[in-house]
Antibody, heavy 117, light 110 residues
Framework: EVQLVESGGGLVQPGGSLRLSCAAS????????MIWVRQAPVKGLEWVSY????????YYADSVKGRFTISRDNAKDSLYLQMNSLRDEDTSVYYC??????????WGQGTLVIVSS | QSALTQPRSVSGSPGQSVTISCTGT?????????VSWYQQHPGKAPKIKIY???KRPSGVPDRFSGSKSGSTASLTISGLQAEDEADYYC??????????FGTGTKVTVL
């Protein structure tokens, strides 16, 4: 069974940092590109970042560029999102998801990040 | 990277059909045949229903169908069922490994 389990969310003050993790199982993690998608409370989905299967290709949404860093460890079947200089508007549920072609078949259950003083 | 435009809500009675539109630009929907649709129930993760404009993943009933004309994609749910009541989001590839989601549509089964 495919599983993606996010962790690392929590309450952080504006300007602070947080590192999210996504543990994958049930499939060959190293064969899939991965993305982070977020959803602010009572809002829609927003694509955040993409990383290729090898980690050699990375892209970010303009809203997080320069503040967030996506990475992966294929030996540990894990995906990460380092979030620095957090702002109120970064408050969201963060989902990790696989990329197959140009869509996302498997999603995690999400981890909540709250940025507030 | 502006969100794709979807109607805020659509509704239909059981057994009827509803269609959700997703309007973008030539830089996203109109430029690529890589539109996907996701269903999201409250408090749950999104689930894929359509990929590459009109393809259904294994296990998705054929009541769900997708199409595209120019810069507008559409999702049609035929034979509406109670469990179809959820939020639906379109998503388009926008070049250079970037993606843009739609604003989301709430489907209500009357």
């Amino acid at each position: 069974e495919v599983q993606l389990v996010e962790s690392g969310g929590g309450l952080v003050q504006p300007g602070g940092s947080l590192r999210l993790s996504c543990a994958a199982s049930g499939f060959t993690f190293s064969s899939y590109g991965m993305i982070w998608v977020r959803q602010a409370p009572v809002k829609g989905l927003e694509w955040v970042s993409y990383i290729s299967s090898s980690g050699s290709t990375i892209y970010y949404a303009d809203s997080v560029k320069g503040r967030f860093t996506i990475s992966r460890d294929n030996a540990k079947d894990s995906l990460y999102l380092q979030m620095n200089s957090l702002r109120d508007e970064d408050t969201s549920v963060y989902y990790c998801a696989t990329v197959t072609g140009y869509s996302s078949t498997w999603w995690g259950q999400g981890t909540l990040v709250i940025v507030s003083s | 990277q502006s969100a794709l435009t979807q109607p805020r809500s659509v509704s239909g009675s059981p057994g009827q059909s509803v269609t959700i539109s997703c309007t973008g630009t030539s830089s996203d929907v109109g430029g690529y045949n890589y539109v996907s649709w996701y269903q999201q129930h409250p408090g749950k993760a999104p689930k894929i229903k359509i990929y590459d404009v009109s393809k259904r993943p294994s296990g998705v009933p054929d009541r769900f169908s997708g199409s595209k004309s120019g810069s507008t994609a559409s999702l049609t749910i035929s034979g509406l069922q109670a469990e179809d009541e959820a939020d639906y989001y379109c998503c388009s590839y926008a070049g250079s490994y970037t993606y843009v989601f739609g604003t989301g549509t709430k489907v209500t089964v009357l």
